[in-house]
């Protein structure tokens, strides 16, 4: 039996069904720190709401958080795993190990530069601008949490390490130890700090700081078992080296197009008018909804998908990289469809018993929501695009990504423009992401065909019009549960979102599997049978 043949039926599962299998235990966990999540955000709601503080907050924590998903998971990552894996391949672990440690000691050096630079231009920021509350508060915010970057992106390529060694739940359990650390923050420092919003916030940029070296020192335990060991022979030049740098300057775009167009939205926020001060906060809180579907589903697949199509490239073995690609896009499809007409049609009972208690208000409910359907409409371009980039990325290609994801940004940009100053509306600016995300999907599709041939095409639409047909009969039962409440429960009272939310989510639940099941939606079944794997594991 050759190698092939062993990886197929010897070595007991296919590679797609490694892959969704791996999804299921990334995204088993993810589940968990999603929760952790969104209790930190509703706590966040709860005690600044959409207030200054609150948008200043989101606004500097975007700033390094976007730069973590370029220098740690993001760009670095999907430079770093082809690369590694490829060498891990073809001349060992130890081999391997060594060009790790290469790139994580560059990586720091890089990093302690760009946070000498940042920590400068905000403190001359500060000094022009003294006059102006609103970008005091957010050099500030944002010079503090700097430190933050340092430790998550680290923390990042050590996910990616161990995701290329073939171990996902502690890289996808982490997070939840970083929220915890908030929620502790909010609780406990945020009252320390003073009495105004404007000074318990410091509280939370304390708590991001902590979280984040908290967040690095777990994942050493991890790392050292699964054989990875520090100062192995750190080298600064070599072919790999170049490799990783030739792929991750053009990836900085393709993986983080989302992540770029998130911080200019919300500094576009600031200036919508009416919306001045809250418009940042609006589309925090409704991303963060968007985020638990896609990180549940989305990411898992993505962060699964990248380590076998790059060891499937790096083996020539071509059909199987396509099987596998198609598997993952199909898998994605399945469960982002039903989730976007869920989250469009119980998009208030949704904001309403997450967030709508204390300083958030039924106003700022009733203003976060179009936002959420914005944001809501384009999950499953993001969901498409968290496996697609990777293909690129382990054929070593980041170019092409790079290309589409800076045009995708510039348009992204003037259509924000439209949004903010010709029609004043919030929700615009979640709405052009959705529209320049679903477009990226399609031209890099495009194109990715064009490179490798047929992707199983027919095989994909067939699914989609499949699963969209499903998930519009699911769509059918969810509406009708959600204006039956009324009739079932008159009486709810302050429990009516939580009943509103749960009967027509539980009547989705059980009615998209079965619509799944008369309409021959096969994919479902697969993430379903993975997850239970995945568990037991």
Known sequence: MNAEGCRRDACGTSEETQVTRNAAIFGGATVFSRILGLVRTA??????????????????????????????????????????????????????????????????????GVLVVMTLALQ??????????????VAQLTQLMLPYLFFISL????????????????????????????????????????????????????????????????????L??????????????????????????????????????????????????????SAPSEL????????????????????????????????ERMKDFKRTLSSALRQAMAISFPATVGLVLLRDPIIRVIYQRKAFG????????PVLTGYAVGLFAYTAAKIVVPAFLSLQDSRTPMRVGLAMTLLDFGLNCVAV???????GLALSTSLCAALQTVILLYILRKKIGLLGGRQIVLSVLRIAVATAFMGIVVYVALKAVGYLWPGAGGWEPVVELLFPTVCGLLSYPLFCHLFGVGELRDVLRAFRRGEST
Not at 247 to 276: M, T, W, Y
Request: aromatic share 12%; net charge positive; charged share 10%.
């Open 155 to 222: 923390a990042g390529f050590g996910m990616a390490v161990l995701n290329s060694l073939n171990h996902f739940f502690m890289p996808a359990i982490s997070p939840a130890i970083h929220n915890m650390i908030l929620i502790a923050a909010l609780v406990f420092l945020c009252p320390m700090m003073g009495t105004t919003k404007e000074e318990m916030v410091y509280g939370l940029a304390i708590g991001v700081i902590v979280g984040g070296a908290i967040q690095l020192a777990i994942l050493y335990y991890p």
């Open 284 to 315: 925090f809180y409704a991303n963060l909804i968007v985020e638990l579907p896609l990180a549940v589903f989305g990411v898992s697949l993505g962060v699964a998908v990248f380590p076998s199509l790059s060891r499937l490239w790096a083996s």
């Open 124 to 137: 001359t920021t500060a000094f022009f601008f003294a006059a102006s509350k609103k970008t005091v508060l």
């Open 421 to 427: 100053f010709a029609l004043e509306i919030v929700w």
């Open 362 to 369: 039924a106003a700022a409910a009733e203003a976060v929501a």
């Open 224 to 277: 050292k078992k699964k054989g990875y060991v520090l100062n192995t022979g750190v080298y600064f030049r070599g072919e790999n080296l170049r490799k990783v740098s030739r792929l991750f300057l053009p990836g900085v775009f393709g993986l983080a197009v989302s992540q770029i167009n998130a911080v200019v939205d919300k500094l576009l926020g600031f200036f919508v008018r009416g919306h001045e001060t």
């Open 43 to 112: 706590l966040i709601a709860s005690a600044f709401g959409t207030s200054l503080a609150a948008s200043a907050f989101f606004f500097a924590y975007s700033i390094p958080n976007m730069l973590r998903r370029l220098s740690g998971e993001g760009a670095l990552g999907g430079a770093f795993i082809p690369v590694f894996t490829e060498e891990l391949e073809k001349r060992g672990q130890s081999a391997a190990i060594r060009l790790a440690n290469s790139v994580a000691l560059i990586v720091s050096l890089i990093l302690a």
